[in-house]
Structures are given as structure tokens and as C-alpha cells.
């Protein structure tokens, strides 16, 4: 692991799952500082890790022991079912029903699904002997996976318990089967059909890193909890660069990420996880690398409608604004490049266009109208540079802002929950010193506000109007 790749890793956000727990009355000073962390790495890396208390991590390792007992036991095959929620192979309208052993040549995966309210069957109708352990690792990392939301939905300042609708009871009602499903995987194992041929490349060179056939996966769940026996998950972070989010972690830790529900709940405000699995490099180890991977799913039935952002004051774009059934959604194909276009900029030609529209614009206006004073030049060059300063703290802290428009805001600016103060307290604003949205501050403060910043900076703009007139 190189230098750049380990500080990467030590910026991950950590936090306990005792500090997660939320409590009535005021939020305590620590729990708004965890939620400040694990909030930043999401947005930064589209990963944290949660520390277990020590039983919940030794029901873990005691469960990723029988899983690789399991698989080693058990001569490879192909399953008829699908992969877990979120993802895998078959038929997309099955993706609620996927049970018991699937295995996958094209990702060198073995997979045991437990869900709930399903007892898988071997094909001669005898019930399957699954990996021992898994309801109650099920329990326990179906409750991490809630606190983790709920911390989410209080950054995001939405009421509590906001994403319950979407999910299952607790517990599960008569003849009723869980959304969300806990996997054991197993992935490269050597007596896999075809693992030597694959296993070639790494042989030659130890340094040479392989991967699943699919990547840029992105799971459509609400969040994703892994705890693996060795390292090989990498996720891209803001930058668009691969980092392992699992190369050092402790006996008590587990990778959280959200997934495309989540995204979609959100209206975009919590982007989902682009990741890959390594699979090279495991030809000396006789029980590949094995993993729990426990992936909360919304309800069939629920919709995903992005409402409560609405209603909290979040401005919500046009795509996320037309509700739609979560089973729907889960038979509908989304790529990473459909969603996140190249560093999410606009098509040259769209540049050009952009950039030729508003020229032409700008000559008309030009024609029918007088310049306008130095003054009013003045402010509006303050008002743009003012947007740049608060985009600037948002990219280097990771976060995702979208500015709110005065329609958005007028019934909002003398109250204390409008749509702006979100924004000032995602990204942090120091207390005392006026926000610098362009509706929420008279020309006056504005231009204050950037003497203070930058002093000199409306002598300089002067004389670059004196300058222009000469």
C-alpha cells in the first residue's frame, strides 16, 4: 500500500455505533460531532466505518468463520437463485425473493442469501443447511444499518425516523418476508470451475491486481454494511479515484455505503457508492476471500418520492420529483455513467452553445439598453463572487450544495428554517458572520462581506472600471 493510498484510508470517517445512538432532548455536542464525521466520509468517499460493540463484533468474525466452513464444504455449483437485493443475476422481478446458495462464475462468487420469511430448499426439495449464525447477525446489522440512516436523516434535517415508511416492520408481521437480506460470499474460491485459468495472470505477477468481470456496480439499496475476512472492496471516491475502504480495518469495524434508493430518496443529496471487488491474488488461500454483506432494502410496495426533503426545505430537482414504486425502480437499469456523466461536466458542444447563447444575448441587451452604472456592476460582480466563496468551502469539505432561488426562499428569508440556513449549517459557517447567499443579504453586506474577506477587493474592482472607461 503506497503513501497516498494510506492517507486515504486514515481520512475515512470512524465512528462508534454507541455514539450514534440518538436520545430525546438536544443532540449532545458528541453526537453531532459523529454524525458530522460519518456524514463528511460519505459525502468524500461514498464510505465510512462504524465500530461494533465487542459481542456484535464477535458474533462477526464467529459468522465469516462458518461461512468459509460452509463453502468449503460445499462442492461448486450454480444455484437457480438470484444475487441478494440490490444486484446479482436473474430475473429483476425476483429481486424480494432471492434465497439460499447462487454462485456466479462471471464475478468468481459464491453466495448464501438469508431473507427472512424464506426457507430455501435444495432442488429435492430438502431444506438447506445454511451458514450458522445468520439471524442473528441479520438482527444486529439490520440495527446498525437503522442508526446509520437516522444519523443521515438528521444532517440532512428531516424529521426522525423519516425512512421508516420505507421499510420493513420490526419485527415482521405474519406471512410476511423481509426486503432486506443478509449475504455470506465467498469470492475467488480455488475450487471454483475455471479459478486457474484466471489465476495465471496473478502468478506472474504478484503485484497485479484483478477484478470481477462487472465493474462499476452500485447497489440499489438504502445502505450497504460489509465485514469481510480480507481486503479487496474499493469504492471511487469525489475525485473519481478506486480506493480500498477495507485495507485497515479492526476486529470490531465494518464498511457502511448507501445505495441508489437511498439517492433516490434523497434527490440526489446523498450520491451512492460506485464500487468493485478484487478477486486476484488469492491463489494460496484455499477458502478465498470471504465476506457479510447485509444490504438494506426499501419495501416493494413503498415509494420513493423525495417528499420529505421537500418539506425540510432542500431544493429537489425535476428527476427526483415524480414518485415512483420501489418495485419498479428495482427492474429499472441505472449505470454509473448514466448518472454521473465525467467529472459531471457538460458536453463540449453543450459549452459551446451555452457559451454562444449568451454572448448573442449579451450584444442584443447591449443594443437596447444602457450599461449599466459602476455601481450596480459593482454588486453583481460581489453577488457572484460571493456564490464562488461558499462553493469553494462546500468542495473542499465534500459536500453537495444547490443553491435555492429567491421564488425558493421569499416566504422563508425572516424565518429560521428556510431553505439557506440548511446550507449554512451543512458546510459549517462561522458563527456571527453573515451568510452570503444573494438573497440574504442587502448589496450592502455583500460588499462588506468581501472587504472583510478580501480587503481592497471593491478598490480593485474600481479601478478596473476606471480602467475600462479609459
Not at 437485493?85 to 438469508?114: H, I, N, V
Not at 431444506?127 to 436523516?153: T, Y
Not at 443594443?367 to 459593482?378: D, E, F, G, Q
Not at 469553494?392 to 425572516?414: M, P, Q, V, Y
Request: negative net charge.
Amino acid at each position: 500500500m503506497d503513501d497516498a493510498e494510506a492517507n486515504i484510508l486514515a481520512s475515512l470517517g470512524r465512528v462508534r455505533l454507541c455514539d450514534l445512538a440518538a436520545a430525546d432532548g438536544l443532540p449532545s455536542d458528541g453526537y453531532k460531532m459523529c454524525v458530522s464525521a460519518l456524514t463528511q466520509s460519505l459525502a468524500q468517499y461514498s464510505a465510512a466505518v462504524v465500530e461494533l460493540p465487542p459481542a456484535d463484533g464477535a458474533l462477526l468474525r464467529s459468522g465469516l468463520d462458518s461461512a468459509r466452513l460452509f463453502f468449503h464444504q460445499r462442492g461448486y455449483g450454480s444455484g437457480e437463485a438470484g444475487g441478494g437485493g440490490g444486484g446479482g443475476s436473474g430475473d429483476a422481478r425476483e429481486w424480494c425473493k432471492t434465497s439460499g446458495y447462487y454462485a456466479d462464475p462471471q464475478m468468481w462468487l459464491e453466495m448464501y442469501d438469508f431473507r427472512p420469511g424464506i426457507t430455501p430448499v435444495e432442488p429435492n426439495g430438502v431444506a438447506e443447511l445454511p451458514p450458522s449464525g445468520l439471524p442473528d447477525m441479520f438482527s444486529v446489522l439490520g440495527k446498525v444499518s437503522r442508526e446509520v440512516l437516522d444519523a443521515i436523516s438528521f444532517s440532512l434535517n428531516l424529521r426522525s425516523s423519516t425512512f421508516t415508511e420505507l421499510l420493513d416492520n420490526i419485527p415482521l408481521r405474519s406471512q410476511e418476508v423481509s426486503s432486506s437480506v443478509l449475504s455470506a460470499c465467498c469470492h475467488s474460491r480455488p475450487s471454483m470451475e475455471g479459478a486457474q485459468q484466471h489465476s495465471v495472470a496473478s502468478q506472474d505477477d504478484e503485484q497485479l491486481l484483478m477484478f470481477s468481470d462487472q465493474e462499476n456496480q452500485i447497489d440499489k439499496t438504502l445502505l450497504t454494511l460489509v465485514k469481510s475476512d480480507r481486503s479487496g472492496l474499493y469504492i471511487k471516491d469525489l475525485q473519481g479515484r478506486w480506493i480500498l475502504v477495507d485495507g485497515d480495518l479492526g476486529p470490531l469495524d465494518i464498511v457502511v455505503y448507501p445505495g441508489l434508493a437511498l439517492y433516490r430518496e434523497t434527490a440526489g443529496y446523498v450520491n451512492p457508492a460506485v464500487h468493485k471487488t478484487e478477486v486476484g491474488n488469492l491463489q494460496e488461500c484455499m477458502f478465498g476471500r470471504c465476506s457479510l454483506v447485509f444490504k438494506l432494502m426499501p419495501r416493494s410496495v413503498a415509494r420513493l418520492s423525495g417528499e420529505e426533503m421537500r418539506a425540510a426545505g432542500h431544493g429537489v430537482d425535476a428527476q427526483f420529483q415524480v414518485p415512483i414504486l420501489v418495485n419498479d425502480f428495482m427492474q429499472t437499469e441505472h449505470s454509473a455513467n448514466q448518472l454521473f456523466p465525467k467529472n459531471n461536466e457538460p458536453s463540449p458542444h453543450v459549452e459551446q452553445e451555452a457559451s454562444y447563447n449568451f454572448v448573442m444575448k449579451r450584444k442584443k441587451e447591449g443594443r437596447k439598453t444602457k450599461a449599466l452604472p459602476p455601481s450596480k456592476r459593482l454588486r453583481l460582480e460581489a453577488q457572484r463572487v460571493l456564490k464562488e466563496r461558499v462553493q469553494d468551502i462546500a468542495d473542499k469539505k465534500g459536500i453537495k450544495l444547490r443553491f435555492c432561488s429567491l421564488r425558493d426562499c421569499e416566504s422563508h428569508i425572516k424565518s429560521l428554517d428556510r431553505p439557506c440556513e440548511n446550507i449554512r449549517t451543512e458546510i459549517g459557517w462561522p458563527p456571527g458572520v453573515p451568510f452570503v447567499h444573494p438573497h440574504d443579504l442587502p448589496n450592502k453586506a455583500k460588499l462588506m462581506f468581501l472587504e472583510a474577506y478580501e480587503p481592497g477587493w471593491t478598490a480593485s474592482q474600481q479601478d478596473l472600471e476606471v480602467g475600462s472607461v479609459v
